[in-house]
């Protein structure tokens, strides 16, 4: 009598073979979590990126993405989500930094949307900053414990950027309090924590 059910980790990845069908989206990330019963079948979606997406719209300046330079800093699975979804909403330069640059590469590598994306090393993407208009924070750097700590340098920002963290907990990290410094609008992760949910129960 169900309608379908929500997927969490370690589970997003390992569900896809039981799955009567997944959504091209979530099988590009290779995560779902969400599964809606359709016709008698198990679908699978992920809402990860689409939520992020709804949640950062509301804050960008002209709410579009499509004219905008954007990096993400880090290559785990909420990149991949947030990379890909990006890309699919319409985003065309979206850098990826990572400690292990090969990492980032090879999810650009992976990509099945088109992209001007580049793979660069924290130390590349502090040194380009000022050419981006969004910055992600995809890392656990700087979630508790580890509060005073931040992913990137951000030094020579532009001052129209957006600063973005997908850590709620703490609400503002030591990333989205430098940013402010600056005068930079900023946003944490509860905007995709809700919107994920809501898409996944819509």
Not at 68 to 93: P, V
Not at 126 to 151: A, C, F, R, W
């Amino acid at each position: 009598g169900i309608k379908g059910f929500n997927v969490t980790v370690p589970h997003k990845t390992e569900i896809i073979p039981l799955l009567d069908r997944v959504d091209p989206l979530a099988a590009a990330i290779g995560a779902v979590n969400t599964v809606k019963l359709e016709n008698h079948q198990y679908v699978g979606y992920n809402t990860d990126g689409l939520g992020y997406v709804k949640g950062l719209l509301e804050k960008l300046p002209g709410g579009s993405l499509e004219e905008i330079n954007i990096l993400i800093i880090g290559a785990g699975g909420a990149a991949r989500a947030i990379f890909y979804t990006l890309l699919q909403q319409g985003a065309r330069k979206v850098d990826i930094a990572n400690r292990t640059v090969k990492n980032a590469q090879t999810l650009i590598e992976n990509s099945p949307f088109d992209s001007e994306s580049d793979a660069l090393s924290l130390i590349e993407a502090e040194q380009q900053i000022q050419s981006y208009h969004l910055i992600v924070n995809t890392t656990s750097i700087g979630m508790k414990p580890k509060v005073d700590e931040i992913p990137l340098v951000l030094n020579n920002i532009r001052r129209d950027t957006v600063v973005s963290d997908i850590i709620y907990n703490p609400l503002e990290t030591k990333f989205l309090s430098e940013a402010k410094k600056f005068g930079e609008i900023t946003e944490n992760g509860i905007p995709m924590f809700i919107y994920q949910g809501a898409l996944a129960f819509q």
